[in-house]
């Protein structure tokens, strides 16, 4: 049977079970809206600004292994949505964007509301498309989700101009695609794997360093079981966390300008390194050539060859999917006649206490003057059970909550690493809640952030999003104020948030509840309170220290044992 | 280092656009690019001339491999290869010149492909150098208009980028 253009739309999100779509409705994409309208399967989320649908369906994508999906109009519809994208494919998240376009037979003309799509998505995209025949939708939108679900996940776009979501073509949904120059890795060669192996068991001082690709891959299993084996330190990237639980006894938490010292210093001196999904990013090595004025090998198991020797060169490149390279690295392990070196790894432990005692781990002087923040952080932590979806901005508050709420699951730490963007939070909270009903979900967000994408209290109203939003507000843009503190002579050149709102009337304007939060004495009893409302949109303003800084601090470029600890200062 | 560079890629819309734009993006070198398509009509060949230290040129091999319209890349440079580039160049051409001219475009296995009162317009091939070489024996003063493709590039023997 003939369908039109829209109608294959639907049918094809149908097919690929998607439960959720965020969009904004337009005149290029009415025809698809129409058919959204005739079914019940694909459920809408109609966000207020198409920036946050992206957040949404990354966030959507980012807490459970599902790709997101957003529908967004053509010209300024598609434009909004940019951040969102390249956002993503900075994090490699798996998404399929939506996009109507201008009829096809006005491309070109500087038609009302077009853009080029496809052009200006390029960079941000992991591949996109338009099409021009209602035929090729079924094949397009298959592919789409194939692209961006496999290998190296990413966002992918598909243009759809009006006219041809309103022809017909028949309609059905291929059972698989292949792309012929598309072969996303699978198992890892087992010559290498042996060879890693070898080189771990030979190690004095083994160092497991482990990335967003955990997460993303699902190999949080493997990774777990694999350094219990070798009894070696792991640290996490920011996008890592939760890959490697942080209770436990061989994590030496986050790594690179704000991790921990022992993190820095092991990563730094150790004789063996495992890279694994990650991509040693200027955050993590701000200094290559002081990197690599240590001797030591590096293995890198990476599922893009081109995330491999980009920064740092490595001894044992390894291209494949992680869960299943770990596993045939365990499985060698285990069959193995040779262990650890125990007596070496019992004088690599004690350096590597040292360096704990001696960075102090996360620590922070409290005070019953003045709201900290890291003690938000810290008693949200405790009110939660370390068990919730936390959300977050991009400043100082993003780094609070990074070191202080110790993540002990993958995918419940969700954050915009590689792109940094601000009013990612309240957003993302929404596609992680809309996805785990039921489940604790918080935004940890500063008083610059949540401006970004404040309009999006108006959403969860309408879906009754019980999202809890804490801000930490210290009425500057901190992260900056901070950089101008130490690299600028003080200068806080527009860096004050001045003219605030009275953030609890707003949230009360936008009907939900609203928390003041001036004294420390108030900080456990609120957050008590807000998490009890289970139903309720919460949003918590905490007046915080304004003059906090994040700690320990690598500055851009030093070398990772060039750090800035609370007490240097 | 020098690196010539080809691929083969969807003979697509855009696919070009993917790749000028890695390019420019990454803040790699583009000396020429060359693009047409193949005996399957389904495939374009492209051959780039770029150059950058070898950590470079693995990641420009790495970027272009991940692009989804590329099916097929072979760093030239990595083994024996031809390379020949065409050039179309029109010399004033007046009096006693048009002899020496002539002969010149002989000695460099050029053809003469077009002719007017005062120019010669003439077809070389070659490698980039020997067109070079053509030019500066020619002389700037003389030289009116030149055209060149850009190295299109093919490995010797059996080295042979198909699919
Ligand atoms: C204010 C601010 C401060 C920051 N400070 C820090 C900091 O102190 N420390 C820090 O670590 N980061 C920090 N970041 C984040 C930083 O910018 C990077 O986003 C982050 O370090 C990258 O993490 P990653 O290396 O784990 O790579 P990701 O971006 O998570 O990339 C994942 C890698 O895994 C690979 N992969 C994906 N799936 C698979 C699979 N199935 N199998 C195998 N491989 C796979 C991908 O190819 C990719 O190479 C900061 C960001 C901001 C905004
Ligand atoms: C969209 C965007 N614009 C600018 C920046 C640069 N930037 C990084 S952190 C920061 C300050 C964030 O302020 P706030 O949300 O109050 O958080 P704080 O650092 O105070 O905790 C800015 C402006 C950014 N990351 N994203
Ligand atoms: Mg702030």
């Given at each position: 049977?003939?369908?039109?253009?829209?109608?294959?739309?639907?049918?094809?999100?149908?097919e690929?079970?998607?439960?959720?779509?965020?969009?904004?409705?337009?005149?290029?994409?009415?025809?698809?809206?129409?058919?959204?309208?005739?079914?019940?399967?694909?459920?809408?989320?109609?966000?207020?600004?198409?920036?946050?649908?992206?957040?949404?369906?990354?966030?959507?994508?980012?807490s459970?292994?599902?790709?997101?999906?957003?529908?967004?109009?053509s010209?300024?519809?598609?434009?909004?949505?940019?951040?969102?994208?390249?956002?993503?494919?900075?994090?490699?998240?798996?998404?399929?964007?939506?996009?109507?376009?201008?009829?096809?037979?006005?491309?070109?003309?500087?038609?009302f509301?077009?853009?080029?799509?496809?052009?200006?998505?390029?960079?941000?995209?992991?591949?996109n498309f338009?099409v021009?025949?209602?035929?090729d939708?079924?094949?397009?939108?298959?592919?789409?989700?194939?692209?961006?679900?496999?290998g190296?996940?990413?966002?992918?776009?598909?243009?759809?101009?009006?006219?041809?979501?309103?022809?017909?073509a028949?309609?059905?949904?291929?059972?698989?695609?292949?792309?012929?120059?598309?072969?996303?890795?699978?198992?890892?060669?087992?010559?290498?794997?042996?060879?890693?192996?070898?080189?771990?068991?030979?190690?004095?001082?083994?160092?497991?360093?482990?990335?967003?690709?955990?997460?993303?891959?699902?190999?949080?299993?493997?990774?777990?079981?694999l350094?219990?084996?070798?009894?070696?330190?792991?640290?996490?990237?920011?996008?890592?966390?939760?890959?490697?639980?942080?209770?436990?006894?061989?994590?030496?938490?986050?790594?690179?300008?704000?991790?921990?010292?022992?993190?820095?210093?092991?990563?730094?001196?150790?004789?063996?390194l495992?890279?694994?999904?990650?991509?040693?990013?200027?955050r993590?090595?701000?200094?290559?050539?002081?990197?690599?004025?240590?001797?030591?090998?590096?293995?890198?198991?990476?599922?893009?060859?081109?995330?491999?020797?980009?920064?740092?060169?490595?001894?044992?490149?390894?291209?494949?999917?992680?869960?299943?390279?770990?596993?045939?690295l365990?499985?060698?392990?285990?069959?193995?006649?040779?262990?650890?070196?125990?007596?070496?790894?019992?004088?690599?432990?004690?350096?590597?206490?040292e360096?704990?005692?001696?960075?102090?781990?996360?620590?922070?002087?409290?005070?019953?003057?003045?709201?900290?923040?890291?003690?938000?952080?810290?008693?949200?932590?405790?009110?939660?059970g370390?068990?919730?979806?936390?959300?977050?901005?991009?400043?100082?508050?993003?780094?609070?909550?990074?070191?202080?709420?110790?993540?002990?699951?993958?995918?419940?730490?969700?954050?915009?690493?590689?792109?940094?963007?601000?009013?990612?939070?309240?957003?993302?909270?929404?596609?992680?809640?809309?996805?785990?009903?039921?489940?604790?979900?918080?935004?940890?967000?500063?008083?610059?952030?949540?401006?970004?994408?404040?309009?999006?209290?108006?959403?969860?109203?309408?879906?009754?999003?019980?999202i809890?939003?804490?801000?930490?507000?210290?009425r500057y843009?901190?992260?900056?104020r901070?950089?101008?503190?130490?690299?600028?002579?003080?200068?806080?050149?527009?860096?004050?948030?001045?003219?605030?709102?009275?953030?609890?009337?707003?949230?009360?304007?936008?009907?939900?509840?609203?928390?003041?939060?001036?004294?420390?004495?108030?900080?456990?009893?609120?957050?008590?309170?807000?998490?009890?409302?289970k139903?309720?949109?919460?949003?918590?303003?905490?007046?915080?220290?304004?003059?906090e800084?994040?700690?320990?601090?690598?500055?851009?470029?030093?070398?990772?044992?060039?750090?800035?600890?609370?007490?240097?200062? | 280092?020098?690196?010539?560079?080809?691929?083969?890629?969807e003979?697509?819309a855009?696919?070009?656009?993917?790749v000028?734009?890695?390019?420019?993006a990454?803040?790699?070198?583009?000396?020429?690019?060359?693009?047409?398509?193949?005996?399957?009509?389904?495939m374009?060949?492209?051959?780039?001339?770029?150059?950058?230290?070898?950590?470079?040129?693995?990641?420009i091999?790495?970027?272009?491999?991940?692009?989804?319209?590329?099916?097929a890349?072979?760093?030239?440079?990595?083994?024996?290869?031809?390379?020949?580039?065409?050039?179309?160049?029109?010399?004033?051409a007046?009096?006693?010149?048009?002899?020496?001219?002539k002969?010149?475009?002989?000695?460099?296995?050029?053809?003469?492909?077009?002719?007017?009162?005062?120019?010669?317009?003439?077809?070389?091939?070659?490698?980039?150098?020997?067109?070079?070489?053509?030019?500066?024996?020619?002389?700037?003063?003389?030289?009116?208009?030149?055209?060149?493709?850009?190295?299109?590039?093919?490995?010797?023997?059996?080295?042979?980028?198909?699919?």
């Amino acid at each position: 049977m003939e369908l039109t253009g829209a109608e294959i739309i639907i049918r094809c999100l149908q097919e690929e079970q998607v439960e959720y779509a965020f969009g904004y409705p337009g005149g290029a994409v009415l025809f698809i809206y129409d058919e959204l309208f005739k079914q019940d399967k694909v459920k809408h989320i109609l966000v207020r600004h198409e920036q946050a649908a992206v957040h949404a369906a990354d966030g959507y994508a980012r807490s459970s292994d599902k790709v997101g999906v957003a529908i967004v109009t053509s010209g300024p519809g598609l434009t909004n949505a940019v951040t969102g994208i390249a956002t993503a494919y900075m994090d490699s998240i798996p998404m399929v964007i939506i996009s109507g376009q201008v009829p096809t037979f006005a491309i070109g003309e500087d038609a009302f509301q077009e853009v080029d799509a496809v052009g200006i998505t390029r960079p941000c995209v992991k591949h996109n498309f338009l099409v021009k025949d209602p035929k090729d939708i079924a094949e397009t939108i298959k592919k789409a989700f194939y692209l961006a679900r496999t290998g190296r996940p990413g966002p992918v776009l598909v243009d759809i101009p009006k006219d041809v979501s309103n022809q017909k073509a028949v309609f059905e949904y291929p059972e698989s695609v292949s792309i012929r120059s598309y072969h996303p890795p699978g198992k890892a060669d087992s010559t290498q794997i042996r060879h890693a192996a070898q080189m771990l068991l030979e190690a004095k001082r083994p160092m497991i360093y482990a990335g967003g690709g955990v997460v993303q891959g699902d190999a949080s299993l493997q990774l777990i079981e694999l350094v219990h084996l070798l009894g070696a330190p792991c640290t996490n990237t920011l996008m890592g966390l939760g890959g490697f639980p942080a209770g436990d006894n061989q994590f030496v938490g986050m790594l690179g300008m704000h991790g921990t010292y022992e993190a820095n210093m092991a990563m730094q001196h150790c004789d063996v390194l495992l890279a694994v999904g990650a991509r040693f990013d200027d955050r993590v090595i701000g200094n290559v050539a002081h990197f690599a004025e240590v001797p030591r090998k590096i293995i890198h198991i990476d599922i893009d060859p081109s995330s491999i020797a980009k920064r740092v060169k490595v001894d044992l490149p390894i291209v494949a999917d992680l869960k299943l390279a770990l596993g045939e690295l365990l499985d060698v392990l285990k069959s193995s006649k040779q262990k650890p070196d125990a007596a070496e790894l019992a004088s690599w432990w004690k350096q590597v206490n040292e360096w704990r005692v001696k960075g102090g781990g996360m620590r922070y002087k409290n005070s019953t003057e003045v709201i900290k923040p890291q003690y938000v952080i810290e008693t949200l932590h405790k009110i939660t059970g370390g068990d919730a979806f936390i959300t977050s901005d991009v400043g100082q508050h993003q780094m609070w909550a990074a070191q202080y709420y110790k993540f002990n699951k993958p995918r419940r730490w969700i954050n915009s690493g590689g792109l940094g963007t601000m009013g990612f939070g309240l957003p993302a909270a929404m596609g992680v809640q809309l996805i785990n009903p039921g489940e604790t979900v918080a935004c940890v967000t500063g008083e610059g952030s949540i401006q970004m994408n404040i309009q999006e209290l108006s959403t969860c109203k309408q879906f009754r999003l019980p999202i809890k939003v804490l801000a930490l507000n210290n009425r500057y843009l901190g992260m900056v104020r901070q950089w101008q503190e130490f690299f600028h002579g003080n200068r806080y050149s527009e860096s004050y948030m001045d003219a605030l709102p009275d953030f609890v009337k707003l949230a009360e304007a936008y009907g939900h509840v609203g928390m003041r939060i001036d004294n420390p004495a108030d900080v456990e009893p609120a957050i008590k309170e807000a998490f009890a409302r289970k139903d309720d949109l919460v949003f918590m303003d905490f007046r915080t220290d304004s003059t906090e800084n994040v700690f320990p601090m690598v500055p851009g470029g030093k070398g990772l044992s060039e750090v800035i600890l609370a007490e240097d200062l | 280092m020098r690196h010539i560079i080809s691929l083969l890629m969807e003979n697509e819309a855009g696919a070009l656009s993917r790749v000028a734009g890695l390019f420019s993006a990454r803040g790699y070198n583009i000396e020429s690019l060359t693009v047409a398509p193949t005996e399957d009509p389904t495939m374009s060949r492209m051959t780039i001339v770029t150059s950058g230290s070898d950590a470079v040129i693995e990641q420009i091999n790495k970027q272009l491999n991940k692009l989804v319209d590329v099916v097929a890349v072979m760093d030239l440079s990595e083994g024996e290869h031809l390379e020949r580039e065409l050039m179309l160049v029109k010399i004033r051409a007046k009096g006693e010149d048009r002899d020496e001219l002539k002969r010149m475009a002989d000695i460099f296995r050029g053809r003469i492909i077009d002719v007017s009162n005062e120019t010669y317009t003439i077809e070389l091939t070659g490698a980039g150098s020997k067109l070079d070489n053509f030019l500066e024996a020619v002389g700037r003063e003389l030289i009116l208009e030149t055209v060149r493709t850009g190295a299109s590039g093919i490995g010797r023997g059996d080295r042979i980028l198909k699919l």
